[in-house]
């Protein structure tokens, strides 16, 4: 089975915080995202790497940044956390040779 | 972009019902997944399907790609059915997913 782990399950920061949201799955894809999702809004793409230190935008990458180092492992960056930015973060990851993707439990980040 | 809708947005069922709930999308797709979002937050993979017919258990999923259409069926609902149920279909690459905004079920014993 594909595991996708993210590093924490709830999250409080401060407004002006650097945060980071790290992912890390365990069956060698190429792929990997991080989304955001807003109720009523589904999930909208932050980033994507499609390959070690590779990186393309998504619909929403204002306020975030991403940094792919190894291939398992995928992090968001909240360069100065703010408020607008509470929501749950999810990552996924994906083969390039298959349609699926797989996602990780989730962050659930809240800015005071 | 392309544009997912999903219908309804809410569905209460009794423990036991049927449900068919809906995704229309606004152009050809070359992938089509329907997810289920469990209360804590997890994405489970329900179904791969950019057209046809799938069955897994009391769950089953029909895409008419030339309709531009997918409708998933749940059967004998039962409470640990409950959660949100997102349709998502990329068009060009399998890097550019788009998500409807999911249908809230839920399923009262």
């Known amino acids: 089975d594909v595991k996708v782990t993210q590093s924490s399950r709830y999250l409080v920061k401060r407004t002006g915080e650097k945060v980071f949201l790290e992912c890390v799955q365990d069956m060698d894809h190429e792929n990997m995202f991080w989304y955001r999702q807003d109720p009523g809004l589904g999930l909208r793409l932050i980033y994507f790497s499609y390959d070690v230190k590779m990186k393309e935008k998504g619909d929403i990458p204002e306020g975030y940044s991403v940094s792919r180092e190894k291939k398992e492992r995928f992090s968001l960056i909240l360069e100065s956390a703010s408020t607008n930015q509470t929501s749950m973060y999810l990552c996924?990851?994906?083969?390039?040779?298959?349609?699926?993707?797989?996602f990780g439990p989730g962050t659930r980040l809240t800015v005071t | 972009g392309i544009q997912v809708e999903q219908s309804p947005p809410d569905l209460i069922l009794q423990e036991g019902a049927n449900s068919t709930l809906r995704c229309n999308f606004s152009?050809?797709?070359?992938?089509l997944q329907w997810f289920h979002q469990n209360p804590w937050g997890q994405l489970i993979n329900l179904f791969y399907i950019p057209s046809g017919t799938k069955q897994n258990g009391r769950l089953s999923a029909t895409t008419v790609a030339t309709e531009r259409y997918s409708l998933l069926y749940i059967s004998s609902s039962q409470t640990t059915d409950s959660g949100v149920y997102f349709c998502?279909?990329?068009?060009?690459?399998?890097?550019?997913?788009?998500f409807g905004a999911g249908t809230r079920l839920t399923v009262k014993p």
């Open positions: 996924a990851s994906r083969s390039a040779s298959q349609y699926e993707q797989y």
């Open positions: 152009d050809s797709v070359n992938n």
């Open positions: 998502a279909v990329t068009k060009y690459n399998n890097n550019d997913m788009r």
